[in-house]
């Protein structure tokens, strides 16, 4: 009778097994940390934390890579994942890395045609100067850091993003923060600034004279969406639970996963 029992409660057990829904299929991020100029000690921490929270969610797998070579649609050999593998590139690069021409429309066709994500960390804008599209896309370029690594004064924006929301209307964190050129908000939706008010605007590197200090942002970019953070210089940055959910949000909605407003705005006053 026991065995029959077995049986029978197996028939049973079995079809509801098979009708379970398979897990989603996780995402592909590819992460690259190829340096041509200042060397940021925490490119390896940073891209490390990345994974890990692509780990911890269970939403994404992460490739690290110092190189180039996976920029690209073209047909690589060796068992070399393309761009058409991926879901969203992030940058935590410097200077003119290596990317030939074919890469680099490979990589605006990427987010702009095919509605991929592009995440931009600190330094990803002091990279690639002498390519105007990279700039239009990530959306600015680096111009000083006029008060080097300090408790910077940070005013939430957007407290409705899933982004920016979890963090206090204000708060310090030790970082460096960029100044950005080619930079406009009528192109961007600013998350989080700088308050002006608690700066030394005589630093003779601020030159901005609307005295806008943006520390992130998003945007759309043709089909894609791109997301940018000053933040990141510092270990302490990136081992801040707040910043990593900040990270971990911002790597959801590049990778299509949640939505958000990226309306541009203007400054709002304080």
Known sequence: ????????????????????????????????????????????????????????????????????????????????????????????????????????????????????????VHSATDTLYKWPEYGEMVGGYFDQHPWNTFQAPVIVEDTTSPISRHFPKTFTTYDEIYQAKDYSRAKVRVLMRLDETKLDLNNKNVHRADKDFAVAWLKDYGKGRVFYSTFGHTYESWDRPDMQKMWLEAVKWCLGLTQTDTAPRPKPAN
């Open 1 to 120: 009778m026991r065995i029959f029992a077995i049986l029978v409660a197996t028939l049973f057990i079995a079809p509801l097994a098979s009708t379970q829904p398979a897990p989603p299929k996780k995402k592909k991020l590819l992460c690259i940390g190829q340096v041509k100029g200042f060397q940021h000690d925490t490119v390896s921490h940073g891209l490390a934390m990345l994974w890990k929270l692509g780990q911890d969610s269970a939403l994404w797998d992460t490739y690290i890579r110092t190189d180039t070579q996976l920029i690209t649609k073209k047909k690589l050999g060796g068992n070399a994942k393309t761009l058409d593998y991926f879901d969203a590139v992030a940058f935590y690069t410097t200077g003119e890395i290596d990317l030939d021409d074919s890469q680099k429309a490979d990589l605006i066709s990427f987010v702009k045609d095919d509605g991929k994500g592009f995440i931009g």
